[in-house]
């Protein structure tokens, strides 16, 4: 079948290419995505209803090429509705690790979570790093697999785990982060000075907020 121009904008051409996907060689495949992604940025309107459906599409009947391009674009709208098809084309092809990786991270779907602390837990070099600072972007209940992290039995999982949650540490986590520096405090020194820090600085805002707590709660004195 023909591939319309990249150049070729109207209405009907994003459904014509979504349809083009799962018909043409898997060579083509991945011409096609970039046609695709090509014709909606020339457009000036809202995103065509079928754009980010038939992306996530060429991520599950694509080829590895064109998985990779429809999963950075994918990320780049934050599509939630991708998570699992993202993380299923990570198990199927591991080159897309570390694409799908950064993506889920972009995207922060707390679902993509569990994915992510697999690939922490297994500490290989240039994919277990961006895990831990995808788990700390999505943030919520994805940061209590980058604290039970700072408790791992590889030194390069604890100080991924650490560098991630430095930024987004919040009062409760503190005692993870006074954990982490009584017991591997020489993983990194860098690293846990500026924990160290971070933690003083919790230490004071807690005590803020139980100061404030405590004479909010405080019953008021009666005048005469």
Same mark, same amino acid.
């Given at each position: ?38 014709? &909606? =940025? ?10 980010? $459906? @038939? ?10 090429? +064109?998985?990779? !391009? ?12 991708? #998570? ?9 092809? $591991? ?5 799908? !990786?950064?993506?889920?991270?972009? /995207? @922060?779907?707390?679902?993509?979570? &569990? ?17 831990? /600072? ?6 919520? =209940? %994805? ?13 390069? #999982?604890? !100080?991924?785990? +650490?560098? %991630?949650?430095?930024? !987004?540490?919040?009062?409760?986590? *503190?005692?993870?982060? &006074? ?10 020194? #860098?690293?846990?000075? +500026? *924990? ?14 139980? %100061?404030?707590?405590? %004479?909010?709660?405080? $019953?008021?004195?009666?005048? $005469?």
């Amino acid at each position: 079948m023909s591939i319309p121009s990249k150049h070729t904008t109207d209405c009907s051409t994003i459904p014509t290419l979504r349809f083009a996907v799962r018909r043409v060689k898997p060579k083509d495949q991945e011409d096609v995505v970039r046609t695709s992604i090509e014709a &909606f =940025r020339q457009m000036t309107s809202r995103v065509p209803p079928d754009y980010l $459906p @038939g992306l996530e599409e060429a991520v599950w009947f694509g080829s590895e090429e +064109a998985k990779g !391009v429809a999963i950075r674009e994918l990320a780049r709208f934050r599509y939630r509705g991708a #998570v699992l098809t993202i993380i299923d084309a990570a198990y199927e092809f $591991p080159a897309l690790g570390p694409i799908s !990786v950064e993506a889920l991270g972009r /995207i @922060g779907d707390e679902r993509g979570r &569990f994915f992510l602390e697999k690939v922490l837990n297994e500490g290989k070099p240039g994919v277990a790093e961006p895990a831990a /600072i995808s788990l700390a972007q999505i943030g919520g =209940r %994805a940061l209590l697999p980058l604290k039970a992290a700072l408790r791992a039995d590889r030194r390069a #999982v604890r !100080v991924a785990a +650490a560098r %991630a949650l430095l930024p !987004v540490a919040r009062v409760e986590d *503190l005692s993870s982060l &006074f954990e982490y520096l009584e017991a591997h405090a020489s993983d990194d020194p #860098v690293t846990a000075e +500026a *924990l160290r820090q971070a933690a003083i600085m919790l230490e004071k805002q807690r005590q803020a907020q139980e %100061a404030a707590a405590a %004479a909010s709660s405080a $019953p008021e004195e009666k005048t $005469p």
